[in-house]
């Protein structure tokens, strides 16, 4: 999926892939190269977690190319910090940023300046490629932006890296070890956002529940989620992105339970259902780890709806484990569902492991995604005639507290908090009759 901004005049278009951390850092670049001087270009933000999202951000870049011959186009994100080379070798690159080079001012410039400068080789000489050893990165500083893109909803990054090595995941490769933004920068950077009219804050990272862990006094995720509620009073909306179960801490797990700001909605990185092909991916839980995490916060907030990322067609997946992997959608009683097909992704254990065939693969992915889609609309049916209360995004289209998609009246601004009654409209779409309340 890409998402992308309004070409204006020689506004930089950036055109992000992947994951909600990415988005964020596309708006730290949007500024960066803007304060660089730099215009009229285009940034492919990419994502590396499978080889399809590498060959979707290379399709995309050479179909812009095709369309929009004149603009300069530089690629970074994990993709382009694993295969440099790959991508500078496209006729179509101009440049290629690491990641933790994308983040910096420096790079910004230097491009700016090399491209003002009319280098007379075609890809702007040899300073084109900026990508450095990510695993050398030992901190992560806050970059503050004041805006999200128009949006009402905006990420915050409060870590980035993994010190995990699942034998399916690549991502460590491209972001490095563990690293977490400090609480002070945290709360001034959602201040920043709060003051720019956002209303609901999502803290994401690559792996956000080993926050701290670098940090002096190691503060917890819960710690700093604590800190926010606390000293950001007119935050009413925290969400949080996926969560490792596994890695939460007391504090935390009794903020939600109990935090009313703290919305009805987890995104868990469960991945599968089997614990013996848990164990081969090298994940730290096992299934009933994830059925009672679930089962846990259900009885404390019966509101609240769970998503997960499911893997389907792992090495050595028979269709027995599949099949719990089925078994865990209901068990958990999961809403969103994001099935990712085995991907071997070479430098990694689980790309040396016995494959299974494709078409085996796809099928199964198949299956898991109706299943989800079948839990979802159990979900969607469950809170018919319940009361809600819904933050408006874009023109008609609004989210519930625990992540229901729903379509309200399209004069209702953006930001929005509106109150209503869940029903199903003549689109057997999910709606707020007439709102109760607006704020």
């Avoid at 933790?100 to 280098?119: F, V």
């Avoid at 002070?184 to 709060?194: A, C, D, K, T, V």
């Avoid at 179960?245 to 007391?250: F, N, S």
């Avoid at 099928?363 to 933050?391: M, V, W």
Wanted: net charge neutral; hydrophobic share 35%; glycine share 6%.
């Amino acid at each position: 999926m890409t998402e992308k901004k309004p070409n204006q005049d020689l506004k930089n278009e950036v055109i992000t892939f992947g994951c909600r951390l990415n988005a964020y850092e596309s708006e730290v670049m949007a500024d960066h190269s803007k304060n660089a001087g730099l215009e009229n270009a285009a940034i492919f933000n990419t994502c590396a977690v499978t080889n399809e999202a590498v060959r979707q951000s290379k399709q995309a870049i050479r179909r812009y190319a095709r369309e929009n011959p004149d603009k300069p186009i530089i690629v970074t994100g994990c993709a382009a910090q694993i295969e440099s080379d790959n991508f500078a070798n496209m006729e179509e690159v101009d440049f290629v940023i690491g990641n933790g080079e994308k983040m910096e001012a420096a790079p910004w410039q230097k491009i700016a300046d090399i491209k003002d400068g009319g280098n007379n080789h075609p890809r702007y000489g040899t300073e084109r490629v900026q990508v450095n050893d990510i695993m050398a990165l030992k901190e992560t500083g806050g970059h503050f932006i004041k805006a999200f893109h128009n949006r009402v909803r905006a990420f915050v990054q409060i870590q980035n890296g993994c010190d995990h090595r699942c034998t399916f995941c690549i991502i460590p490769y491209g972001r490095g070890n563990s690293r977490s933004v400090p609480i002070p920068e945290s709360i001034e950077q959602i201040r920043f956002l709060l003051e720019g009219g956002v209303k609901e804050i999502v803290l994401t990272g690559v792996d956000i529940t080993s926050y701290g862990s670098d940090l002096p006094g190691t503060p917890s995720l819960g710690t700093l989620v604590k800190s926010i509620l606390k000293q950001v009073p007119e935050l009413q909306r925290l969400r949080l992105s996926s969560l490792d179960m596994i890695e939460l801490d007391d504090e935390l797990m009794e903020l939600l339970q109990s935090e009313e700001r703290l919305l009805p909605h987890m995104h868990l990185s469960l991945q599968h259902g089997d614990d013996l092909i848990l164990k081969r991916m090298k994940r730290r839980h096992g299934r009933q780890h994830s059925i009672d995490f679930c089962q846990t916060l259900r009885k404390a907030r019966p509101d609240i709806l769970f998503g997960a990322d499911i893997i389907a067609g792992f090495p050595t997946e028979t269709e027995e484990m599949f099949q719990r992997s089925i078994d865990i959608v209901k068990e958990c009683d999961l809403s969103f569902l994001h099935v990712f097909p085995f991907s071997p992704r070479q430098g990694t254990p689980a790309a040396k492991m016995p494959q299974l065939d494709k078409a085996i693969i796809k099928e199964r992915a198949r299956r898991l995604r109706d299943i989800g889609s079948e839990h979802l609309l159990l979900s969607e049916n469950r809170f018919l005639g319940q009361r809600a209360t819904a933050l408006v995004e874009t023109k008609g289209r609004a989210h519930t507290d625990n992540f229901l998609s729903v379509k309200v009246a399209d004069t209702i601004e953006a930001g929005t908090l509106v109150t209503g009654t869940i029903f199903r409209n003549g689109e057997n779409q999910l709606a707020l009759k007439p709102q109760d309340r607006q704020e």
